[in-house]
C-alpha cells in the first residue's frame, strides 16, 4: 500500500491536486522515505502546466503526528547529519505553485512543520498544532522554531516549544498560525473551494506573489520592496497580464494561459 496517494485531476478539476499522507497506523508519522514521495510527487506535479495548485492532507485522526520515533530512537549524529531529508526540505521550498496544507487531527512536530512548509493551512474544528519534540529530549529540526517564530512571535512560539503544549484549530487562527478554520466534515470541499480560487488566477502572477511573499520572511521592508517590484515589472512581459486588464476593461471573465 501506498504511503502516498495523489488524486489528479481532484474532484474532476485538471487544474487541483491532492496529496493524501496515508500512514493512518502510525498517524502519518515522517520518515525519509514519505518524505521523499511527498516531494518527488510535488516536483512532478510541479512540471504539468495544467495543474495550479496543490492540497496536501492526512486522515481524520491527523495530518502528520510527527516523525517516526522508532526509527529515530536509535539514530547518531552523524547519522542525521547524513539523512537527505534537510535537502527534501530545502527541495520543497523550492516548489513554485501554491501549496496549501488541509489539516485534521493532530499536525505535531515533523508533521506541522511539513504544514508551515506549505504556503498556508486550512484547519478542520478539531485539528491540533505543537512542536511537542522537547518531550522527547530533542529539538525541532526542520524549520519548527524558525517557522512558527515568524508566524506568531517569539513569545507564544517559545512558550509552545518550551512546553510542549498544543494549539487547538481556534488557537492557532487567533495567533495567525492558520488561515481558516471550517468544519472537519467539510475541510476537503472548503480547501478545494480555496484552491479553485486561486487556480482561476494567473499561474505567472500567483507564482511571482508567493515568491515575493516568502522573501519577506528574509529581507528588509526596504529590501523587500525592491525584490518585489521586480517581480511586479515581471508580470508585465506575459501574456496574462495583458489578458487580465483587457478582460477587466471588457468587463469579462480573463482565460489565463499561464504565459
Known amino acids: 500500500m501506498s504511503e502516498l496517494i495523489t488524486t489528479h485531476p481532484f474532484n474532476n478539476d485538471?487544474?487541483?491536486a491532492l496529496l493524501k499522507l496515508n500512514r493512518p497506523k502510525v498517524l502519518n508519522a515522517l520518515t525519509t522515505d514519505?518524505?521523499?514521495e511527498i516531494v518527488s510527487e510535488l516536483q512532478r506535479l510541479e512540471e504539468l502546466p495544467e495543474v495550479r495548485c496543490i492540497i496536501i492532507t492526512g486522515d481524520d485522526r491527523a495530518f502528520a503526528a510527527g516523525a517516526d520515533i522508532m526509527k529515530m530512537a536509535e539514530s547518531t549524529a552523524m547519522d542525521q547529519l547524513n539523512d537527505k531529508r534537510l535537502r527534501l526540505w530545502k527541495e520543497f521550498a523550492m516548489i513554485t505553485k501554491p501549496i496549501i496544507a488541509a489539516v485534521n487531527g493532530f499536525a505535531l512536530?515533523?508533521?506541522h512543520e511539513l504544514s508551515m512548509a506549505c504556503d498556508f493551512v486550512i484547519a478542520g474544528d478539531t485539528a491540533k498544532f505543537g512542536q511537542p519534540e522537547i518531550n522527547i529530549g530533542t529539538t525541532p529540526g526542520a524549520g519548527g522554531t524558525q517557522r512558527l517564530t515568524r508566524a506568531i512571535g517569539k513569545s507564544k512560539a517559545m512558550m509552545?516549544?518550551?512546553t510542549g503544549e498544543m494549539l487547538t484549530a481556534r488557537e492557532?487562527?487567533?495567533?495567525n498560525l492558520i488561515a481558516k478554520v471550517v468544519p472537519e466534515v467539510a475541510l476537503l470541499q472548503e480547501t478545494f473551494e480555496v484552491a479553485k480560487k486561486i487556480a482561476d488566477k494567473s499561474p505567472i502572477a500567483a507564482k511571482l506573489i508567493k515568491d515575493s511573499i516568502n522573501k519577506s520572511q528574509e529581507m528588509?521592508?526596504?529590501d523587500g520592496i525592491e525584490y518585489e517590484r521586480r517581480n511586479f515589472y515581471l508580470t508585465f512581459a506575459s501574456a496574462d497580464q495583458k489578458e487580465g486588464m483587457n478582460a477587466f476593461l471588457e468587463k469579462?471573465?480573463?482565460?489565463y494561459k499561464g504565459n
Open 172 to 175: 492557532a487562527l487567533a495567533c
Open 14 to 16: 485538471l487544474r487541483v
Open 252 to 255: 469579462r471573465s480573463p482565460e
Open 34 to 36: 514519505l518524505l521523499q
Open 160 to 162: 509552545l516549544a518550551l
Open 109 to 111: 512536530g515533523g508533521g
Open 220 to 222: 528588509s521592508l526596504r
